[in-house]
């Protein structure tokens, strides 16, 4: 077995570039809470829906650092839209993520996720669709959705993965549905 894909280094690894986001994000709290609770969803439905480990890692990391760009969109052009986000975020996670083992494909590999994550035209693409389905979750419990939203219409429109079906069922359509 590789270097790479010893599980423990897995965790190393992701929780090294959560301290990175922390520090980018500080003194951001709602950012870097955002950001934590995405990750640990995107881990939930990747362990779900048995992701191996080598995706697991980009899928992690890739979700750690998907909203890095909003702080330079916000700077830049007084907006925090899904897509500046996605365009500036990538050049941002690009570098953070040297130095942390990854080959040149892997870091362009969770800078497309990264690039993409609001892009929902984009289909067959498992991790990004774990990372649609872990920010929208937390995104709705965040509030980002108004009163009288059709969450069985978002659920059906953008939910695919068997693991994050059941807990958006459990999390959302019990409590808002
Ligand atoms: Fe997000």
Request: charged share 25%; hydrophobic share 40%; with cysteine.
């Amino acid at each position: 077995m590789s270097f790479f894909l010893k599980g423990d280094l897995i965790l190393v690894r992701v929780s090294i570039l959560e301290r990175k986001m922390i520090e980018y994000n500080a003194p951001d709290m709602k950012r870097i809470n955002h950001a934590l609770k995405v990750t640990a969803f995107a881990h939930v439905i990747a362990d779900g829906e048995k992701i191996g480990k080598r995706d697991k890692v980009l899928l992690l990391c890739a979700a750690v650092l998907h909203d890095i760009g909003i702080h330079e969109a916000e700077k830049q052009y007084n907006s925090a839209s899904g897509q500046l986000q996605e365009k500036l975020g990538p050049a941002i996670a690009y570098q953070m993520l040297i130095g942390l083992g990854f080959t040149k494909s892997e870091r362009e590999r969770i800078c497309f996720l990264i690039g993409h994550h609001h892009t929902y035209t984009i289909k067959n693409d498992i991790l990004l669709q774990i990372l649609f389905e872990a920010d929208f979750i937390v995104n709705i419990d965040e509030g980002d959705f108004p009163d009288g939203t059709d969450y069985k219409m978002i659920e059906n429109k953008n939910f695919k993965t068997k693991t994050g079906i059941d807990i958006f069922e459990k999390l959302i359509l019990t409590d808002k549905g």
